[in-house]
């Protein structure tokens, strides 16, 4: 049978489509965007036919009718990362959540740790060979689909057709739906001048030829911001965004000067406008892979001078990064932030930086803190960090004494709070 025939035989409405899945079955579901709403809102619709389904996914952008608590004996959330959508039900205990790294989660999913029964995926529509491309989220998307029983593509033609190791052919796919509307485009944060001065901190530390993973955030995209005068800079990122795409606009991101993938953007997952997405389409410097690709620290970290930006939101006297919940209440996830670390550690030349504001709520509570808030998921390590920068300056911490990081780190916090920290410093006999 020829692949259009295929197709034509496993195209069916979204109603239908999710009725191959099984009561117990996991679902899993890719990052952000890549997710595919008109079945992911069927299955919301009919979920009380079903039992003991769950969703595993990372970052969920929209909030599916299936996001509530009296149902979730018929289909439940489980988070790899939480967002908007999922935080609500996990700080109220009834969205379970797997602690793992991003680069990890296909390798959970290869040995059976993670269940992956089923998946539901966005989709470009197919070409002439039969290969649809799942370039909004490779990720652990394509280790579930060597797994699953099943798997049910939304396919849409404002899903790029890119390149790299995110391709699936009609002969992996069990059923499919169509569907036309919009990719939902997520805008750029907000940028204000805290954000701005610790990206111009950062900005400085990074030399033309330099290869960059940046994370999402209003402190990563001031960076961006502020890298308009550098030269053939390369990609290898976790995340592709409006602001990457900018700097290539702007002839800054060339990739020439990457010796691994040179001339190649890698990138497993899109986040950002119509504009980036239609960039991606079959763009030849542009390449999706899957996670354990791009994240992994011992490959990300054969590019040279990989230069790493992350956001944090507590970090303590030794360096250790809460950059993933309050306290003990969940409010993200581990994602890629360890994973790029390290890479950045290994990388010859690299840099790895983790950048937060000196303080919260209105200047009322410092970040730096002498110990984490009792319960703080530590997302970094004190023998990973780095360069820790607010915008007070630069802390360089790796290869410090105890004593000289906590030196360091109080050097960089807010004025109004350094003399508190001292004084808890030299209770911890750190000064």
């Not at 940046?214 to 005068?229: E, F, H, K, N, S």
């Not at 953007?265 to 892979?289: C, D, V, W």
């Amino acid at each position: 049978m020829n692949v259009q025939a295929q197709y034509q035989q496993k195209r069916m409405s979204a109603n239908d489509a999710i009725r191959v899945v099984k009561n117990g079955d996991t679902i899993v579901v890719p990052t952000a965007v890549g997710e595919p709403p008109t079945l992911l809102t069927a299955l919301s619709e009919a979920r009380r036919d079903f039992r003991d389904v769950q969703i595993s996914q990372i970052l969920p952008v929209r909030k599916y009718a299936y996001f509530d608590q009296e149902t979730q004996a018929n289909v439940r959330h489980t988070a790899y990362f939480f967002s908007g959508a999922s935080r609500p039900g996990g700080l109220e205990g009834w969205i379970d959540y797997i602690p793992a790294y991003f680069s990890e989660l296909p390798i959970l999913i290869n040995r059976n740790l993670i269940p992956a029964d089923v998946v539901f995926s966005m989709a470009s529509p197919m070409d002439e060979h039969g290969f649809f491309s799942l370039a909004l989220a490779a990720d652990y998307t394509m280790a579930a689909i060597a797994k699953a029983r099943v798997v049910v593509l939304e396919v849409n033609p404002n899903v790029p057709f890119a390149n790299g190791d995110c391709h699936i052919h009609i002969s992996q796919v069990t059923a499919l739906t169509e569907s036309d509307d919009p990719i939902l485009e997520v805008g750029l944060p907000k940028i204000g001048p805290v954000q701005e001065m610790i990206g111009k901190y950062v900005a400085e530390m990074i030399p033309d030829g330099a290869t960059l993973q940046i994370g999402y955030g209003g402190i990563p995209d001031a960076v961006v911001m502020q890298l308009t005068d550098k030269h053939d800079l390369g990609i290898h990122t976790e995340m592709v965004g409006d602001g990457i795409m900018t700097l290539v606009e702007a002839g800054v991101v060339t990739n020439r000067k990457k010796n691994y993938h040179p001339g190649k953007m890698l990138a497993t997952f899109a986040l950002g406008s119509k504009k980036l997405y239609q960039f991606m389409h079959r763009n030849p410097a542009i390449e999706m892979h899957a996670v354990d690709f791009t994240n992994d620290p011992y490959l990300a970290g054969k590019n040279d001078n990989l230069h790493a930006i992350n956001a944090t939101m507590q970090i303590d006297f030794m360096g250790q990064c809460g950059s993933e919940s309050l306290g003990f209440a969940p409010y993200s996830g581990t994602g890629g932030q360890a994973d790029f670390v390290r890479a950045a550690n290994r990388s010859n030349g690299g840099k790895a930086f983790i950048v937060l504001p000196s303080t919260a709520k209105n200047d009322t509570i410092s970040r730096i803190v002498p110990t984490l808030s009792a319960g703080t998921h530590v997302s970094t390590s004190k023998n990973d960090i780095n360069y820790v920068v607010t915008e007070f300056g630069v802390a360089q911490l790796r290869g410090k004494t105890a004593q000289q990081r906590c030196a360091e780190l109080i050097g960089i916090a807010h004025p109004d709070f350094r003399g508190e920290l001292r004084e808890a410093a030299k209770k911890m006999k750190l000064l």
